[in-house]
C-alpha cells in the first residue's frame, strides 16, 4: 500500500528569531491485520481526546481535594499520568514498508516498535540560525522595498502635478523632484535596521569558517553576506580586523588583519583559476563600473590587512560573484572555502598604474570545488523535452496550466508516470456546500490599487498592501489572513493586492524520489516571499471525511480560524487590528470550536500541491487568503516562498504535526518516521 501525504493549512514561517509553529495535520491512513482504517482527522482525535483528559481531570481533582495530604496525591498523580504514557508508547506499532514504491509521499513511515519517544527539541543547530538571520533580512528589506515603491509612486504623482501647475524654477534652485528621485537601497536600509535591533548573527569579525555556512552557500546579494556576519561590508572586497580587535582574543596577532574576500570581477587585473587566485587588492579603480584603474593603490587598510595573512599564515573565506539573471540582486555569491594567502607583491597594472598583487591557494581537505559550485547551476536546466531525463509525461496538466508540468522518474524500473487523479487548476465544491456571496471591494480605479489609505481591501490587512510590485508580487511576511482585491473590486488582474490568483508562474516539474515517492522542485529561482502554488481540490465538510476512501490521505484541514484564536496549541501569527472579530456564531467556548468545519479533499482531484513533500527544514510557508469573501473558515490555502530558492531544489513544508499528537482507532498513539533528510529533522512526521 502507498501511503500518501498528508496535509492542513498551518505552516512554521521563521518571523525574525522565532519560528511560527505549524498545526496538526491529517493522520496517514494504514491498514492494519488485512483490514481498513476508517478515515479520521487528527484535529478531531485530538480534540476528542483532550475532552476525555478534561473529565479525567476534573475525577483526580476530586480525589485530590478528598485526600488527607495534598502534596502526595499530586505526585502519586502526576505518576500516574507518566506510566500511562509510557504504557502507550511501549504499545504503539506500525509495519515499516518494504518496497521502494510503497514508501510515502509525505517523507515518512511508520516507527519500527520499541522506538524511543522524542525528547524535547534541542537549540537550534548553526545553519538553521543563519538561515531565520536571511529570513528576517528577507523580511526587513521587503518592507523597504515597500517604502521605495510608495516614494517612487509619490514622487511619480507629484511630477504630473508640477507639470500640470507649469511652474518655473528660479535658477540656481534645486528642483524638489530631483532630491526626491535620489534612489534608496532596501538592502542596506534592512541591514541597518538589523544592526540596530542587534539582529546580526555574528557581529564579531572571526578568522576562519563561519558555522552554519558551508562551502557551496549561496549568497543573493552583498547585504545578506552583512546580515549573518559572513563579510562586514557591502562595498569593499576585503574584509578584515582593525586595531579594535588587538584587545580581544586575536591579541597575539598583528592588525588589520583581513578575514574574507569578494571576488566579482571588479579588477581589470584578477585572475582567477577556481584552486589558485591572483587577487588585486582594493582602491584606485574606476567606481563607475569599467573596472579600469585610474590611481595607484596604497599598502594601507585591506591591502595591508593581506599583507599581514602572509606573514602570519591566515586564512581568508573567499567568495565568487557572478550575474544570475534569476537572482533578485542580479549576482549571487557562491563561498567556495578557505584559502590561503601565499605571497604580495607590487606592479604595474594593465592601465599602468601600481597594483598590489595576491596569490591565494586553496586549503586542502575542504569539500571538492566543483565548476557548478563556481559558475552557480545547481544542476543543468532542460533547454527542451528532449533533454528532460526520465520523462514519464510531458504535461500532467494536460495543458491546464499556462506551464506544462512535466514529470520524470529515474527510480522505478520500468519508469511509470503519477496517476490516479484528475488534474483540475479550479476548486471544485460538494453540493452540500454553499459558498458566502461576493464580498464588497473596493471603489479603486485605474486598474490598480495605489493608496492603502483609500483602498478598503489594504484596511483589512492593517491598512497597507501584504505585497510589493518587486519580482511580479511578493509577499512581504506571513500573517494570519491575507485581504485580496476580489471580484467586486474596481482595480483588474494586475492590481499588487492580486498576486495570488495570477496562476503559475514558474517552471515546476514532478519527479520520482527514492524514499519519498512523488515531489516538486523548480526550475527557475523562486524569491523570498514569491507565491508558488495554490492548493487545489475538493471542498468538502470535515465531518464528511468518514465516506472518503481511507487511502486517500490528501486532505487538508482549513484552520485559518483555529489558528486566529490560538487554539489547539497553534501559535498565532501576526495579528492585524483590522482582522474581523469572531462571530456569534463560532464562539470559543463552543467543544467543536477547535475543529475545522471544512477541507480540501485533492486524493482524487487536485493539482500539483498535492506532490509537495514535507521536510523539518521547509523551504515554503502555507498562507491563507480571501479574496472573494470574507469567510475564514473557507479561505483559500497558498503556498509561498519561505526562502530565496534557487533552481532544481526539491519544494517542501512542514505538515506540522506534533509529535505523540496521532492516536489509532484504538486509542494508541501512532509514530511515523521522517526521511525528509534535513540537518535538523525531528526523526519523526509524528
Known amino acids: 500500500m502507498v501511503v500518501q501525504s ?21 493522520d496517514s491512513t494504514h491498514k492494519e491485520n488485512g483490514s481498513s482504517v476508517t478515515r479520521c482527522s487528527a484535529r478531531i ?32 498523580v502526576y505518576n500516574r499520568r507518566k506510566i500511562e504514557t509510557t504504557e502507550n508508547d511501549s504499545e504503539s506499532q506500525e509495519t515499516t514498508p518494504t518496497k521502494a514504491e510503497e514508501q510515502p509521499d509525505n517523507a515518512c513511515v511508520p516507527v519500527p516498535n520499541g522506538a524511543a519517544t522524542a525528547n524535547p527539541p534541542p537549540e537550534k543547530s548553526a545553519p538553521a540560525k543563519v538561515k531565520d538571520t536571511l529570513r528576517l533580512f528577507n523580511k526587513h528589506y521587503l518592507h523597504f522595498v515597500q517604502e521605495e515603491e510608495k516614494r517612487c509612486s509619490t514622487v511619480k504623482v507629484n511630477k504630473k502635478a508640477s507639470k500640470k501647475t507649469k511652474t518655473k524654477k528660479r535658477k540656481g534652485e534645486v528642483p524638489e523632484d530631483s532630491v526626491k528621485n535620489k534612489a534608496k537601497r532596501p538592502d542596506l536600509k534592512a541591514i541597518s535596521k538589523m544592526m540596530e535591533n542587534g539582529e546580526i548573527l555574528y557581529p564579531e569579525k572571526r578568522i576562519g569558517s563561519i558555522p552554519g555556512i558551508n562551502v557551496g552557500h549561496q549568497f543573493y546579494s552583498r547585504a545578506e553576506m552583512v546580515a549573518v556576519g559572513f563579510h562586514s561590508h557591502w562595498l569593499n572586497g576585503i574584509d578584515y580586523m582593525g586595531q579594535a580587535y588587538a584587545k580581544g582574543e586575536y591579541g597575539h596577532h598583528t592588525f588589520p588583519l583581513a578575514v574574507a574576500i569578494v ?39 585591506g591591502n595591508l590587512a593581506l599583507k599581514n595573512c602572509v606573514d602570519q599564515d591566515i586564512p581568508v573565506r573567499v567568495v565568487r560573484g557572478h550575474e544570475s539573471a534569476g537572482s533578485y540582486s542580479g549576482k549571487v555569491y557562491t563561498y567556495d572555502g578557505l584559502y590561503k594567502v601565499v605571497k604580495y607583491w607590487a606592479e604595474k597594472g594593465i592601465s599602468g598604474f601600481t597594483v598590489f598583487k595576491y596569490r591565494l591557494r586553496r586549503l586542502e581537505e575542504q569539500p571538492m570545488l566543483t565548476t557548478n559550485q563556481v559558475h552557480f547551476v545547481y544542476g543543468r536546466v532542460p533547454e527542451s523535452l528532449s533533454e528532460i531525463r526520465g520523462l514519464v509525461c510531458e504535461d500532467i496538466t494536460g495543458g491546464l496550466e499556462n506551464i506544462p508540468i512535466p514529470a520524470t522518474n529515474l527510480v522505478d524500473d520500468p519508469p511509470v508516470a503519477p496517476t490516479g487523479f484528475t488534474y483540475s487548476k479550479s476548486m471544485k465544491v460538494v453540493k452540500n456546500i454553499k459558498l458566502p456571496t461576493n464580498a464588497v471591494g473596493c471603489d479603486c480605479e485605474g486598474g490598480s490599487c495605489l493608496n492603502p489609505r483609500t483602498c478598503s481591501c489594504a484596511r483589512l490587512n492593517g491598512s497597507d498592501f501584504p505585497y510589493v510590485h518587486r519580482d511580479s508580487g511578493r509577499l512581504i511576511e506571513a500573517k494570519d489572513v491575507v485581504f485580496e482585491c476580489g471580484p467586486r473590486c474596481g482595480c483588474g488582474p494586475g492590481c499588487v493586492n492580486r498576486t495570488s490568483q495570477r496562476g503559475l508562474r514558474y517552471r515546476l516539474e514532478v519527479f520520482r524520489t527514492p524514499k519519498k515517492g512523488w ?7 523562486i524569491p523570498a516571499g514569491a507565491p508558488v502554488c495554490e492548493y487545489i481540490g475538493v471542498l468538502m465538510r470535515t465531518e464528511d471525511l468518514d465516506n472518503v476512501s481511507s487511502e486517500n ?19 498565532r501569527r501576526q495579528q492585524d487590528a483590522s482582522v474581523p472579530l469572531i462571530t456569534n456564531e463560532d464562539k470559543i467556548e463552543d467543544p467543536k470550536s477547535d475543529v475545522p468545519e471544512f477541507c480540501i479533499d485533492a486524493g482524487s482531484t487536485g493539482n500539483v500541491a498535492r506532490f509537495i513533500n514535507h521536510s523539518c527544514e521547509p523551504n515554503l510557508f502555507i498562507q491563507c487568503v480571501l479574496s472573494a469573501h470574507h469567510d475564514m473558515k473557507l479561505a483559500r490555502v497558498m503556498l509561498f516562498a519561505a526562502d530565496n530558492i534557487p533552481p532544481l531544489q526539491e519544494l517542501t513544508y512542514d505538515y506540522g504535526y506534533a509529535l505523540d499528537s496521532v492516536h489509532g482507532p484504538d486509542g494508541k498513539v501512532k509514530q511515523m518516521l521522517c526521511y525528509c533528510g534535513a540537518t535538523e529533522c525531528r526523526k519523526r512526521l509524528f
Not at 9 to 19: F, R
Not at 519 to 525: C, E, H, K, L, T
Open 6 to 26: 498528508p496535509h492542513s493549512v498551518e505552516s512554521p514561517v521563521p518571523n525574525g528569531k522565532t519560528g511560527k509553529k505549524a498545526v496538526k495535520r491529517k
Open 45 to 76: 482525535q485530538a480534540a476528542k481526546q483532550q475532552r476525555l483528559e478534561k473529565e479525567l481531570l476534573v475525577r483526580r481533582r476530586v480525589e485530590i481535594l478528598e485526600e488527607e495530604d495534598g502534596g502526595k496525591s499530586k505526585k502519586k
Open 263 to 301: 571576488l566579482s570581477g571588479m579588477y581589470e587585473d584578477d585572475l582567477d583559476n577556481a584552486e589558485d587566485v591572483i587577487y588585486t587588492g582594493q582602491g584606485g579603480h574606476d567606481l563607475t563600473g569599467n573596472k579600469r584603474q585610474i590611481r595607484d593603490q596604497v599598502l594601507e587598510r
Open 519 to 525: 515531489a516538486v522542485r523548480s526550475w527557475d529561482f
Open 553 to 571: 490521505n490528501y486532505i487538508f484541514d482549513i484552520d485559518c480560524l483555529q489558528t486566529m484564536r490560538g487554539l489547539g496549541g497553534r501559535e
